[in-house]
């Protein structure tokens, strides 16, 4: 049974969380521009982007400074990471396009519709009990047809050969890079607790029920992985 209070945003984790995100996710601060890129050959130059688990603003600082008419609908259901990206949309003068929401993505309006969506390291904090196709298909039903959808998350089949390798490979990648002691022994022990990984096969079953049809996987490190969607017609 994984534990859903492992990973507390409200709490030290989330404290913590904008130091770790750039030391141990490989090519993290280069995902968000290479995502830019690809939601600017996709979408129109006046888009409304709903950024899913805003966390400590990172879409933000990309994507509102790279796209000076785009407007955002930020949510995450931990006021601490709200806040903080309230500053960062503050600082960086861009709080007119932004609009914040304390809440989870199934309590949006369904009828407001977006012409693209990122789920930026959010599912692989939900159990693989239903919450994973709850949290897909909230996001799908407040894209358009014929939207964006993006996917950033952790996963691997933990009973595959390579589940080992890689993950062995990213703690030595933690260590690379200077997170190391205590603060990776936490991390491990968070991991342990609190991730219900799910194979690449799995999330493709994922999102096609949730009605994205897959155009490509575009990011690739170690265990983490990104993949643009389109939501279909229907």
């Given at each position: 049974?994984?534990?859903?209070?492992?990973?507390?945003f409200?709490?030290d984790?989330?404290?913590d969380?904008?130091?770790?995100?750039?030391?141990?996710?490989?090519?993290?601060?280069e995902?968000f521009?290479?995502?830019?890129?690809?939601?600017?050959?996709?979408?129109?130059?006046?888009s409304?982007?709903l950024?899913?688990?805003?966390?400590?603003?990172?879409?933000i600082?990309?994507f509102?400074l790279?796209?000076d008419?785009?407007?955002?609908?930020?949510?995450?259901?931990?006021?601490?990471?709200?806040?903080?990206s309230?500053?960062?949309?503050?600082r960086?003068g861009?709080?007119?396009r932004?609009?914040?929401?304390n809440v989870?993505?199934h309590?949006l309006?369904v009828?407001?519709?977006?012409d693209?969506?990122?789920v930026i390291?959010?599912?692989h904090?939900?159990?693989d009990d239903g919450s994973?196709?709850?949290?897909?298909?909230?996001v799908?039903?407040r894209?358009r047809p014929?939207?964006t959808?993006?996917?950033?998350?952790l996963h691997g089949?933990p009973?595959?050969?390579?589940?080992?390798l890689f993950?062995k490979a990213?703690?030595?990648y933690?260590d690379?890079r200077?997170?190391?002691?205590?603060?990776k022994?936490?991390?491990?022990?968070?991991?342990?607790?609190?991730?219900?990984y799910?194979?690449?096969?799995r999330?493709?079953?994922?999102?096609?029920?949730?009605?994205l049809?897959?155009?490509?996987?575009?990011w690739?490190?170690?265990?983490?992985?990104a993949?643009?969607?389109?939501?279909?017609?229907?």
């Amino acid at each position: 049974m994984k534990d859903p209070k492992a990973f507390n945003f409200d709490g030290d984790y989330g404290e913590d969380y904008k130091e770790l995100a750039s030391l141990v996710i490989p090519g993290y601060d280069e995902l968000f521009i290479a995502t830019l890129a690809l939601l600017k050959e996709r979408i129109g130059p006046e888009s409304q982007l709903l950024i899913v688990g805003c966390g400590t603003g990172r879409e933000i600082e990309v994507f509102a400074l790279g796209a000076d008419r785009w407007t955002f609908d930020c949510v995450d259901p931990s006021q601490a990471m709200i806040e903080y990206s309230r500053q960062v949309a503050n600082r960086l003068g861009v709080s007119s396009r932004v609009r914040f929401h304390n809440v989870y993505t199934h309590e949006l309006e369904v009828s407001h519709q977006f012409d693209a969506a990122t789920v930026i390291n959010v599912m692989h904090f939900q159990k693989d009990d239903g919450s994973k196709d709850h949290l897909m298909k909230s996001v799908s039903e407040r894209v358009r047809p014929g939207g964006t959808v993006i996917l950033f998350d952790l996963h691997g089949e933990p009973s595959e050969p390579y589940f080992q390798l890689f993950f062995k490979a990213w703690t030595r990648y933690m260590d690379i890079r200077g997170y190391s002691g205590e603060k990776k022994d936490r991390l491990l022990q968070r991991l342990s607790a609190g991730i219900d990984y799910v194979s690449h096969e799995r999330i493709m079953e994922i999102c096609q029920n949730a009605g994205l049809n897959l155009i490509r996987s575009y990011w690739s490190g170690l265990l983490y992985n990104a993949w643009i969607f389109e939501r279909s017609d229907h």
